[in-house]
């Protein structure tokens, strides 16, 4: 018998609803993923402001389950175990959703799993390219986050490798855009601004990647410091900043050492599937280089499609389906969120 897992996303500024089908083979199947987005309402600040995120959380958590019910063809009644995300994420953003879960838990008396974000990101790759093999290798870009992963199982098992040292990819793109006058969020006008500039015409520096670094360790602030630098230089010689040459040359250094570690990681390892996921995944340059390094390397590589990447219910829905057929035992209802939660503590 399948089973219906309804997942809940609230931890920045995405409210997403997902709902899923878990097939008796284990297999899991997408049914409906709405999201509302208060993304423009940040924009003027240049970043999420946590309070304006938790408002819009409230009004729009009910509407966006009914749209995903409504698109899934199902009802309330159908649900047999409820997944939400219980960290890491704003604290305000995050109680929103689980105080939601848990009304729908209670009302319906059905299982309650309080699960990670980050392991959301790798679980709803499952979703279009079917189950894990294990262990993979997960590279995680998104605003907030930037680690490698080893995942011996996305339900049980994830082990971080490295990780960012100051600024996440995703954040280091937002900050870049505002030094080029680009909109918020960064991410897309880059790339955009990139495909028509020279990746090749400023050599900007690869953090962390010398002899004594960490290898597997991000370090993403040098970089965004030294575009700043760059542009001031230009402006103060009264040259026009050469906005796709500069988006270009950044996008390049940072496609260059995720993709590299990546790839590291993955031989020493000697894992054979690379998953990259994130908000920072839908980046056009990263996928090809990945998808040139990897198939140098013999490695399997796995991108979920774009809107799938960026925050959604359906990688909790997804994730909650793997943790349930995994036989984890649910969460207590008085679960609270954790802002922190590490990325080990895959359900709570
Ligand atoms: O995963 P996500 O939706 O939210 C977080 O959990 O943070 O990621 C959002 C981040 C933003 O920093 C945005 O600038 C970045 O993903 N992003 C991109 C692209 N699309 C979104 N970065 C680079 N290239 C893109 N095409
Ligand atoms: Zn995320």
């Known amino acids: 018998m399948s ?22 083979d284990g297999t899991v199947e997408l049914l409906a993923d709405e999201v ?38 199902l009802t309330l009644s159908d649900v047999d175990a409820i997944a939400v995300t219980a960290g890491p994420g704003l604290a305000g953003a995050l109680l929103v959703g689980v105080a939601a879960a848990k009304a729908y838990a209670a009302a319906l008396d059905v299982p309650l799993f309080g699960v990670n ?27 907030g ?29 937002d900050k870049v855009a505002r030094v080029l006058d680009l909109p918020y969020p960064g991410g897309p006008p880059i790339d955009a601004a990139a495909r028509r500039g020279d990746p090749a015409a400023i050599a900007f520096p690869r953090g962390m990647t010398g002899p004594r670094d960490a290898a597997f360790d991000f370090s993403f602030s040098g970089l965004k410091t030294a575009v700043a630098r760059w542009v001031e230089g230009a ?8 906005v796709d040459d500069v988006a270009a040359s950044f996008q390049e250094a940072v496609a260059d050492v995720l993709t590299a570690k990546a790839i590291r990681a993955a031989r020493e390892a000697g894992i054979g599937t690379l998953v990259i996921s994130g908000g920072v995944a839908a980046n056009s ?11 140098e390397a013999g490695i399997e590589l796995r ?16 994730l909650g389906a793997h943790v349930l057929a995994a036989g984890v035992r649910p969460s207590a209802l008085d679960l609270s969120a954790d802002p922190s939660l590490p990325v080990s503590t895959i359900s709570i």
Not at 12 to 22: F, M, Q, S
Not at 36 to 58: C, I, K, N, T
Not at 157 to 173: F, Q
Not at 285 to 295: D, F, P, V
């Open 235 to 242: 402006e103060r010689r009264g040259e026009t900043v050469p």
């Open 285 to 295: 340059r990263l996928s090809t280089l990945a998808a040139q390094r990897c198939a």
């Open 145 to 173: 986050h930037t680690q490698l992963l080893r995942v011996d199982d996305v339900a049980t098992t994830i082990t971080e490798i490295g990780s960012t040292v100051d600024d996440a990819a995703g954040e280091a793109y």
């Open 36 to 73: 509302a987005s208060s993304v423009e309402q940040h924009a003027r600040f240049g970043g999420v402001v946590p309070e304006v995120a938790s408002r819009a959380h409230l009004e729009a958590m009910t509407p966006t389950a009914e749209r995903a019910f409504a698109t899934a063809g």
């Open 303 to 318: 991108v979920p499609r774009p809107r799938l990447c960026t925050d959604n219910g359906a990688m909790i829905a997804a």
């Open 3 to 24: 089973r219906i897992v309804l997942g809940i996303e609230s931890s920045c500024d995405e409210t997403g609803v997902g709902l899923v089908r878990l097939h008796e």
């Open 117 to 143: 974000h980050l392991a959301g990101h790798i679980a709803v790759d499952t979703l279009q390219h079917g189950p894990l093999p294990s262990p993979c290798l997960a590279l995680l870009v998104s605003g």
